[in-house]
């Protein structure tokens, strides 16, 4: 009992300690978070705080907040952040505690141990794992997270509502993951990618006595509840604006890429440079590829689908429309829950050297690009492209260390061993 | 190919590899230095030359001249008139003087606070509108009233002036003009160009009262010489090492060169034979300054605002006289006012090693990359090398046919202890916020003072630190590699990042810190470890800064004095780089090699 307060009152310290810094960011720089906000490696059209105020402007003025062709973020937002006094503080105060809501999902995740032993895996080396307190700590003073909290992006309501979906379903609450789940899509779209692994996660760790046996029924209820909840989000926006013209300037950006501002992503350049007669097409196939590697990892390894979640995310911040530093730090967050599988990854050294050598590179091509006039677009370019290779390498090295994971327990007279082409 | 792939397999695994990194870090730096000193030969450079079409500079007759001369010396005597009376009174006579020619004149008030000094006056400027245009675009012609020598420049005054007067009469211009007058050459100009673009720091710089369109070019005249001149000189380096389009420089030369035929000189190269040993002094200079970041005339500020701009200074004695000079200006302002859009054809990264020979960035940009990789190679290497068992001198048990028999067995990598390093290089990298912080906000009294307080803490701090860490933590060996790993690879990193923004400032920073490469722990050898101590201080960040100081008969205060004065009003980065990126490094690289790594204390847990 005595230990449990012990944790107890460190984590405390430790969401104080990340608070603090925070608010001491926000405070004592106060041109740092307008900086920040203005960076497009943080800022993506769908998630910027400039553009939310631009809405907001707009939404107080009685004037649709899509009418300008800026603002491209949920309508829900609007009410919110309106309703929040006009002093900077209190939204500080509310991208702080949304950040410390997602470290306690995280570590909620981490405690419950999902990531060594799921219902039909238990790997071997799970006892050598980091404690929820430390993965938590990872997360909050990761220094992609703190830049997206002061930058303010929006991204980080996704963030909090797709940790929180993975955490309830990992403590057996299926109803309550579905509902945080179908926050995070109504928020950003792609996390609805989400669900196939997300249902099975929940189906693997019900409760006993609240278990719903046949998957198929399991899986139609949590569908239904996802279905049910975004009619009602939906329907309560229109109530809102009036119009369901909110549909294409969120969801239809992103389904359309029709603002082509830089990013760290993949997608501008390609459709920048893109003639006009092949643009629907390729943005099919850019969608097509983005989905399509959520039925092959979800199949591939269904006896982690906590595995799947992770790897998704990692994917989804390289592939998707418009992503931003914190997608990466989102997934660079659930990485420490494989701790156990780190000794089999082969590339930690040269991942975590092309993240750090883009991170400073990225802002001074963009600089180069954008403020010298001495470079051209080609030179982000392709820092992103080399970012998009480190996540990638992360990405296919956890998939390798898991796989070998599983695969030691098959045959048990091949660890050690090296893999080797035939 | 299956046995070529285990052929390399096989090699990646060989023990021999391991010993190779040094050797390549070695290779690395030795290419790169003899890359740079390959540079000024024919077959590396090239000869400049015109990118830009629209600007045909020495294609128009030049009309300056004449009765201008007359106008000139009238203007002349105005300035003499003006000598020693105060900024305003200046700024008062110059005014009216430039209202009676029918341009619009604006006053903007500076005040820059720097190491406890005080940096202020009154700019003073004129536009002329463009008859042809829509004050969409601009040129700027600046005159400081002391340039950076703080000599006087009476003839630069009075030229920009009597030019003032000459181009009114034009209705050739399709862009505006405007005519500056700066009361200093560093301050004047930097806040007026701030406050242009809106960028500047209203509790500090006046807003201007009165704007054109966007600038597309800049001359400043550096006429402080008195008498006849024989050819002219051209500053180019802008604050921080950004270099104006080489397209602007070519039309000065070819107009100054070719059209007046007069002689043209570029980094003090007073006489410039053409020949190999002035080609690289001419170069090596140029990277010095750009290194250095200063701004070194009113044209520096203009080109962070990417506005290329250069400063003229007529020099030697001959027979050209002010009219010839003001002939300059003319022909480089008709070939400004030609362009179609902004300059940017030609390079903005380049080396001059001569006024008609240069190298662009894809030749020499290698040998700084070359100097920056050095450390990235050592880091990798120490990486791999920490993650193997200690004491085993052949890491790898093959079997005895590796192709034929399958698998061999793979000698587990060692856990790596991470905590510690980690720890050891994040509180180096945050000291540095000491001396940055110190070095920008002692007032100038307490400069030297300061230094010389530091400068003793300095050598010391190396030798506490590691007796910190023995005492409390007791590294291992696989502890000091992986602080040395890591040290080594965040400052690849930075100057591989700063070596796109600063060539030449990451060149020199690589190089005074390759010597970290090749620190290491000598717990055996007392000798060696004072050898390594004595040349690691020998190459610290203020050491460094004594040594140049004394080499250029500077006093340590006047260099620190300027570096705050550039960093608070010019915004030059290079004091951030010394304490946050050299200092650190060194620092870490000090106590690697102070350190006495406990033998056997890896724990052997395999995975």
Redesign the interface.
């Known amino acids: 009992m005595d230990g449990g307060k012990v944790t107890l009152g460190r984590t405390a310290g430790l969401y104080l300690g990340a608070a603090v810094l925070r608010l001491a960011l926000f405070t004592l720089f106060p041109g740092l978070a307008d900086l920040l906000t203005g960076r497009v490696e943080i800022s993506t059209p769908v998630t910027s705080f400039k553009r939310l105020q631009e809405g907001l402007f707009l939404y107080d003025h009685n004037v649709s907040p899509y009418d300008g062709g800026v603002y491209h973020q949920a309508p829900l937002f609007l009410p919110l952040f309106s309703l929040l006094p006009s002093l900077p503080i209190f939204t500080y105060l509310l991208y702080i505690a949304v950040d410390i809501l997602s470290a306690g999902a995280l570590l909620k995740i981490a405690d419950s141990g999902e990531a060594g032993s799921s219902a039909l895996f238990t790997s071997p080396r799970r006892e050598k794992r980091w404690s929820g307190f430390v993965i938590a700590a990872v997360f909050l003073f990761n220094p992609f997270t703190i830049a997206t909290c002061i930058g303010r992006s929006t991204s980080v309501f996704t963030t909090c509502a797709i940790l929180h979906a993975i955490s309830r379903a990992v403590a057996g609450a299926p109803f309550s993951a579905m509902v945080a789940l179908s926050f995070a899509a109504y928020l950003s779209m792609y996390p609805l990618l989400l669900l196939p692994p997300l249902l099975l996660l929940c189906y693997d760790r019900q409760l006993p006595e609240r278990a719903i046996k046949p998957g198929m029924r399991s899986a139609a209820t949590n569908i239904l509840v996802v279905v049910g909840v975004l009619a009602a989000l939906f329907q309560m926006s229109y109530l809102m604006t009036g119009s369901w013209e909110f549909l294409p300037s969120t969801y239809g950006v992103q389904l359309t890429l029709s603002d082509l501002t830089p990013n760290i992503g993949l997608w501008w350049y390609f459709f920048i440079e893109m003639f006009d007669s092949f643009r629907s097409f390729f943005l099919a196939v850019f969608w097509l590829h983005l989905s399509c590697y959520v039925g092959g990892l979800t199949i591939r390894l269904r006896r982690q689908p906590l595995v799947v979640l992770t790897l998704l995310l990692g994917i989804f911040s390289i592939f998707k429309p418009y992503p931003s530093i914190s997608d990466a730090s989102l997934f660079l967050a659930m990485v420490p829950l494989y701790r156990h599988v780190f000794?089999?990854m082969r590339y930690t050294?040269?991942i975590a050297?092309v993240i750090?050598?883009t991170t400073?590179?990225g802002p001074?091509?963009y600089?180069?690009w954008i403020?010298?006039?001495?470079?051209n677009a080609n030179f982000f370019y392709a820092i992103t492209l080399v970012w998009g290779l480190g996540q990638s390498l992360l990405v296919c090295d956890l998939t390798f260390a898991v796989l070998r994971d599983e695969w030691e327990v098959e045959r048990p007279e091949m660890a050690?061993?090296?893999i080797?082409?035939? | 190919m299956p046995r070529l792939l285990s052929g390399a397999l096989r090699l990646r695994r060989d023990p021999r590899m391991l010993k190779l990194p040094p050797y390549l870090s070695l290779l690395c730096i030795l290419v790169g230095v003899v890359w740079l000193f390959l540079l000024p030969l024919d077959e590396y450079s090239r000869r400049t030359y015109i990118s830009e079409n629209a600007l045909l500079p020495g294609q128009v007759h030049t009309y300056f001249g004449g009765s201008d001369q007359n106008v000139f010396r009238a203007y002349k005597h105005e300035v003499n008139s003006l000598v020693g009376k105060s900024n305003v009174e200046i700024n008062d006579k110059l005014e009216s003087i430039v209202k009676g020619l029918g341009l619009k004149a604006g006053r903007q008030n500076f005040t820059y606070r720097s190491a406890g000094r005080v940096y202020s006056g009154e700019n003073l400027y004129a536009i002329l509108q463009a008859p042809r245009g829509d004050a969409t675009e601009a040129i700027v012609l600046v005159a400081a009233w002391e340039n950076a020598k703080e000599e006087l420049n009476r003839n630069g005054v009075a030229l920009v002036l009597t030019l003032a007067r000459y181009f009114k009469r034009w209705s050739l211009w399709s862009k505006d003009i405007i005519f500056l007058v700066t009361p200093d050459s560093i301050a004047g100009p930097q806040a007026w160009v701030d406050a242009y673009h809106d960028a500047h720091d209203s509790a500090r710089v006046d807003s201007l009262p009165l704007k054109s369109g966007a600038l597309q070019g800049a001359i400043a005249i550096d006429y402080a010489k008195e008498g006849r001149f024989e050819s002219v000189h051209i500053v180019y380096d802008g604050v921080n090492g950004q270099l104006p389009n080489l397209d602007l420089i070519n039309s000065v030369v070819s107009i100054a060169g070719g059209q007046m035929g007069m002689g043209v000189a570029i980094q003090e190269m007073w006489g410039h034979n053409d020949q190999y040993p002035d080609r690289l002094r001419t170069m090596l200079r140029g990277m010095l300054k750009q290194g250095l970041g200063l701004a070194s005339g009113p044209h520096s500020s203009f080109i962070p605002y990417h506005v290329d701009a250069v400063t003229l200074q007529p020099f030697g004695d001959g027979w050209q006289d002010e009219m010839a000079m003001g002939r300059v200006v003319e022909g480089t302002f008709r070939s400004l006012n030609n362009l179609l859009e902004h300059l940017h054809q030609s390079f903005f990264f380049y080396l001059l090693m001569q006024r008609e020979r240069f190298v662009s960035i894809g030749t020499y940009l290698p040998s700084a990359m070359l100097v920056a990789a050095n450390f990235t190679i050592m880091a990798i290497a120490l990486w791999v090398k920490s993650g193997q068992p200690e004491g085993e001198a052949e890491p790898v048990k093959m079997e005895a046919d590796g192709i034929g028999s399958g698998e061999t067995t793979r000698a587990p990598a060692v856990e790596r202890d991470l905590f510690l390093p980690l720890g050891v290089v994040t509180i180096c990298q945050f000291l540095a916020v000491i001396p940055f912080y110190l070095f920008n906000h002692a007032p100038d009294s307490m400069l030297t003072p300061a230094f010389t307080i530091f400068a003793v803490i300095n050598t010391a701090l190396p030798h506490s630190l590691s007796h910190l860490l023995t005492t409390y933590y007791t590294p291992s060996a696989q502890q000091y590699q992986l602080i040395k790993s890591f040290s080594l690879l965040l400052l690849g990193m930075f100057l591989s990042s700063l070596a796109t923004l600063n060539f030449s400032l990451a060149f020199l920073v690589g190089l005074l810190t390759s010597p970290l490469t090749f620190m290491r722990p000598w717990p055996q050898s007392p000798a060696m470890r004072t050898a390594c101590t004595v040349l690691l201080n020998a190459v610290s960040p203020t050491a460094v800064l004594v040594a140049a100081a004394f080499a250029w008969h500077l006093d340590i205060n006047t260099v620190l004095r300027e570096a705050a004065f550039a960093w608070d009003v010019c915004g030059m980065y290079t004091p951030v780089v010394v304490w946050c990126v050299w200092w650190p490094a060194w620092l870490a690289g000090s106590v690697t090699v102070l350190g006495r790594p406990e033998v056997g204390k890896t724990k052997q847990k395999t995975t």
């Open positions: 000794p089999l050294f040269v050297a750090m050598y400073f590179l001074a091509f600089h180069l403020y010298a006039g001495s470079g050690g061993k090296d080797r082409q035939i």
